[in-house]
Each structure stands twice: as structure tokens, then as C-alpha cells.
């Protein structure tokens, strides 16, 4: 019974997360056909009753219990992080039948190793990670395997040999997302009569070793490799933050007079840079000199494009909290998930009608 309410209020908000993401046509046509067919499955008797047959009997939510979550979260280092926090807050609330457990490692992976060893003193129900760097994860897991604790990756990705150490993962596909933006890029300047000119560019990485990192390097890197007449001047990394972001600009800008496209690998490191612009007198943006691009889509970012400083921004959807519970609940249910669940995304750029999708945004 318990169950039955909790799976409905979280399909409910899983549809509220799909409605507020999407935007743009891609991630709209895309979601469609899960937000007319989840609340349905929902309700259908016929799989109540298949997962209650499934359910262990002593897992927490058949016996009415709070399931509890700990979630080893990042930090705080951007609005997409802000964002994801307030997803996993307001959907393992006690409400919905969760305790969570809730820590920020300071975008530290020593503080997320002891987060998750705690974790595990306090026989948590699960484990959630958003691992900090990819690397470095075998041995706390195997902890928590021993203590009998399934883990579940959300967001970043970890390198682990050993795949049944974790028990699915959810998040962007950040080499789709680096190859969205290269495609995006050439399109744009072919519109702009430039698509044969020598183009100079500048990367502001994130927190290297981040699978958000290394993937958008990496799809960047591949649509490279297709234009000869693009250039990599320089790459370094302003940790997905608005200061860091800054200061790599103001360094660029200094090394280099003549710098065409900067690519952020976040919105607010993206923010940073338009303002070392700006304070070395350049211009930014479709009328300026220097054409800046972003990933992540976080409603700062529609404002800089509506200000006419960012040029576009890549989707990354942060809105985990919702997809996390449906794979736990699924768990608890005895039932199989997908080991890997990538979400759709879309990109934005100022030809849109942005103030009515910014409207519409959920973050
Ligand atoms: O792009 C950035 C955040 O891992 C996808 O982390 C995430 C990234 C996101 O700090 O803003």
C-alpha cells in the first residue's frame, strides 16, 4: 500500500521534472511519449500486483518503513549543482518514505570517501553517489558491498573495473553533449560566411578528471578532428566555477590577442569569462567579438543569451532526484534496472524564442 502511494507520488513528480526540462523541440518530442504513459503504468493493478510477488520481504518500503538514502553530493560549485541538490532534497523527502542522508564533500573525493564510509556506519538502505572525479572509487565500494549497500552513480561517472559494484548509473551524455556544441559551432559559422576561416578557440575545462570533463573534452576534440581550419589554442580548467572561470579568461586573454570562440564547460564558468571579457573592453556574444558557448542550460544561462553575451548553451539536465527514486523503488521491488540511463538533452541559442522557454524552465 505504502508503496503504491509512493510510486505514484514519484511518477507524478518524474513527470513534473520530464514537463520543466525540455523546452527545446528536441527534448519536448523526445519526452513526449513517457510523460503520456508513466502515470498509466502506475496505476495498472497488474503491476502492483507482479512487484509485490517481487519485493523482498524485508525491504524497507514493504515493511513500511522510511528507506533510507544517503547521498554523497559534489559541492555547490555551480547553479546546476544547486539544482541537482534541490532535486534529490524534495524528492527523498519523508513524505515520499525516504530519510536522506545528505553531504557535500566541497568538490573533494577524500570528503566523498568518508561521507560514504559513514554512510555505511549508519547501515543506510543505499548509497548515492555523484563521484567527484571518475578515478580512485574500488576500494569504498567494495565496502559497501561487504556491508551489503547498493550503490547507485548519479551524474558523474566512476572508472571501476568491476561493474557490480555499483548498481546503475543516471546522468548526461557528456560526449554527446561536446559533439552537440563542435556540430552547433560549425553550423553557426558556416551561417556566418566564416565556415572557411582560420577560427581560433579556447577551452575553460571543468574539474579535470570529471566525467562532465572528460566527455565534453572529448566531443569537442572529435568535431575538431573535422575541421582543419579550427585551432585549439589553449585549454585549462576553471573547476565548473564562476571565479576559476574568470580568472582562466583573463589569462587567455592575456596570452592571446585573437581568440574567436571560447568554450566553457559549464554556464558559470561561462558567466566568468564574459566578464574578463568584457573588463579587457572586448565583446562577447551573436554581435560581439568573441563567440562564447556553454553546457548545462540553467536559467542564468537563458539570461546571458538574452542579453546578448552567450551565444548558445548545450542541456544537461540535473533534475536526478525523481530518476534515482524510480531505479531504488524498482530495487526494492525486486525487479532488473538498466545499468546505464542516459537522459535526453537539448541545446539553446538566441535564434530561439528564449524568454517563453525560460518561462517554462524547472532550473
Ligand atoms: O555541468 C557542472 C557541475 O557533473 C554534469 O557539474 C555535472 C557538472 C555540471 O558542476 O555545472
Known amino acids: 500500500m505504502k508503496r503504491k502511494v509512493l510510486s505514484a507520488l514519484l511518477i507524478a513528480a518524474m513527470t513534473m521534472a520530464t514537463v520543466g526540462c525540455g523546452g527545446g523541440q528536441q527534448a519536448a518530442d523526445t519526452q513526449a511519449p513517457a510523460e503520456t504513459e508513466a502515470p498509466a503504468e502506475a496505476e495498472t493493478p497488474a503491476d502492483d500486483a507482479a512487484a509485490d510477488a517481487e519485493a523482498p520481504a524485508d525491504s524497507a518500503a514493504a515493511s513500511g518503513e522510511l528507506i533510507t538514502v544517503g547521498y554523497a553530493q559534489v559541492g555547490a560549485e555551480s547553479d546546476w ?27 573533494k573525493q577524500e570528503n566523498q570517501i568518508k561521507a560514504i564510509r559513514s554512510f555505511i556506519q549508519q547501515e543506510v538502505d543505499y548509497i548515492v553517489v555523484a563521484p567527484v572525479v571518475e578515478t580512485g572509487w574500488e576500494t569504498v565500494l567494495e565496502e559497501a558491498k561487504e556491508a551489503g549497500i547498493p550503490v547507485i552513480l548519479s551524474d558523474r561517472m566512476m572508472d571501476v573495473s568491476d561493474d557490480t559494484l555499483y548498481e546503475a548509473w543516471v546522468g548526461g551524455n557528456f560526449v554527446k553533449e561536446g559533439e552537440t556544441c563542435g556540430d552547433w559551432l560549425a553550423t553557426y559559422l558556416e551561417e556566418q560566411g566564416r565556415g ?41 580548467s576553471g573547476e565548473f566555477t564562476q571565479a576559476k572561470g574568470q580568472e582562466v579568461m583573463e589569462s587567455f586573454l592575456k596570452s592571446y590577442d585573437d581568440i574567436d570562440v571560447v568554450i566553457c564547460e559549464n554556464d558559470n564558468e561561462a558567466f566568468g569569462a564574459i566578464d574578463a571579457i568584457k573588463a579587457a573592453g572586448k565583446t562577447c556574444g551573436p554581435e560581439g567579438d568573441i563567440i562564447v558557448v556553454s553546457f548545462d542550460s540553467v536559467k542564468a544561462a537563458f539570461e546571458s543569451m538574452i542579453a546578448g553575451d552567450l551565444n548558445a548553451t548545450f542541456e544537461c539536465n540535473p533534475l536526478h532526484g525523481p530518476r534515482v527514486a524510480e531505479i531504488i523503488q524498482k530495487l526494492e521491488a525486486g525487479e532488473a534496472v538498466d545499468k546505464i540511463q542516459y537522459v535526453d538533452e537539448a541545446y539553446f541559442d538566441t535564434s530561439m524564442d528564449l524568454e517563453s522557454i525560460l518561462a517554462e524552465r524547472a532550473y
Do not use: C, P
Not at 539544482?83 to 557535500?104: H, P
Not at 582560420?198 to 571543468?206: D, H, P, R
Not at 579535470?208 to 569537442?220: D, K, L, N, W, Y
Open 81 to 107: 549543482r544547486t539544482a541537482n541538490t534541490e532535486s534529490f532534497k524534495s524528492t527523498f523527502t519523508e513524505e515520499n518514505g525516504y530519510k536522506l542522508i545528505f553531504d557535500d564533500a566541497q568538490q
Open 196 to 236: 572557411e576561416e582560420e577560427i581560433n578557440m579556447v577551452t575553460i575545462q571543468g574539474t579535470i578528471g570529471a566525467s562532465a570533463q572528460v566527455g565534453r573534452t572529448e566531443g569537442m576534440a572529435n568535431k575538431l578532428a573535422e575541421h582543419s581550419n579550427w585551432k585549439m589554442l589553449d585549454m585549462q
